[in-house]
């Protein structure tokens, strides 16, 4: 890997990658967008490329000379399908004619461990997906494309399925950091999940490896959320959860949704996102190391949730002397 280009660098995994790439010393070149969300970039010694995933010509622009694309920009909100093809599906496609047509050797997509739907076996390489939500459909759809014309153009492809990847700047630990959350469901079931420094050091590693096909990654422990809930209370005392009975959830978020319809914003409270906290995904241990030869650095949430906890500590309000946090 020597030149690579970087899609989503503004969101919560790309940021991330594109820091540990600018770190090493790579000057990845980060394909942005909104250009009000840079801002995330400014400190990082990297290229910055104004562009869409649905404008071929911002995308000829922004592969010349590269030999490497991690793609992880598209709309990531459990939301339908119409509203959701057009960057997962159509966005990837548009991506990878023109990777192929600037001669890129490698293709490393940002896949995700929903398109497994639920299953009661801890899930392998090996395992089967069947996706089960829009969202799930759109990304094993635009994989298998991305896959096909690959094979095609003759560019190595690696689908990094993730797990839950957790972070300071996730949704999930945006709601603790303001004491509260709100679960729908009973939060017993147990889920894969991955630090987002070794999410980003997967994808990395995936485009320095030869590895093609499909790569599932995960920690080394699943816990159910209740057991994410209750670490995060060791160090956080303050934070709450209150659990939503899932009937009432999806009926509630039911009626989001048709609201929803009429607004431009993208819907973070769907069915398919309660369906998502719901089910059961866990995976085979070690998969890090089996999949990609490396370990992580958080192999347990035990691990990685203070370090979020330490990251999740802000240095820009000036509080008044009468808060009583």
């Known amino acids: 890997m020597e030149k690579v280009l970087v899609t989503g660098p503004t969101g919560f995994i790309g940021s991330e990658v594109a820091r540990q790439l600018a770190k090493s010393g790579r000057r990845p070149r980060l394909l942005v967008r909104r250009p009000l969300r840079g801002i995330v970039l400014k400190s990082l010694d990297a290229e910055i490329a104004q562009g869409d995933l649905r404008s071929r010509r911002s995308l000829d622009r922004a ?38 047509d600037a001669g890129v050797r490698s293709f490393i ?23 089960r939500i829009d969202y799930s459909r759109a990304k094993l759809e635009a994989e298998q494309r991305l896959l096909k014309l690959a094979e095609e153009a003759g560019m190595r492809f690696c689908s990094v399925r993730l797990p839950h990847v957790y972070g300071a700047n996730s949704l999930l630990f945006n709601e603790i950091r303001r004491g509260r959350v709100l679960f729908p469901g009973r939060g017993d079931n147990l889920f894969a999940h991955l630090h987002v420094a070794d999410a980003a050091r997967a994808l990395i590693r995936a ?58 914003a993208p819907n973070l409270y769907s069915p398919d996102a309660v369906e998502s906290w719901n089910a059961r995904l866990t995976v085979e241990p070690g998969t890090l190391r089996k999949a990609l030869g490396i370990e992580p650095a958080y192999p347990s949430l035990e691990d990685g949730i203070p370090a979020v906890l330490d990251d999740c500590i802000s240095f820009m309000c000036g509080h008044s002397t009468t808060d009583r946090c």
């Open 109 to 131: 997509y940002g896949g995700s461990l929903l398109v497994y739907g639920h299953q009661d076996q801890p899930i392998t390489q090996e395992t089967p997906a069947r996706p």
């Open 63 to 100: 592969l010349v000379a590269m030999d490497t694309v991690i793609h992880l920009g598209a709309r990531a909100t459990f939301e339908r399908y119409e509203l959701l093809r057009p960057s997962i599906v159509e966005g990837s496609m548009n991506l990878m004619r023109a990777a192929a």
């Open 207 to 264: 485009a320095e490896s030869e590895r093609t096909g499909v790569c599932v990654v995960a920690d080394n422990a699943p816990r159910t959320w209740n057991e994410l809930f209750a670490i995060t209370r060791e160090y956080y005392p303050r934070f709450r959860v209150i659990h939503v009975p899932t009937r009432l959830a999806l009926f509630t978020t039911g009626a989001l949704e048709v609201f929803s319809r009429f607004r431009r």
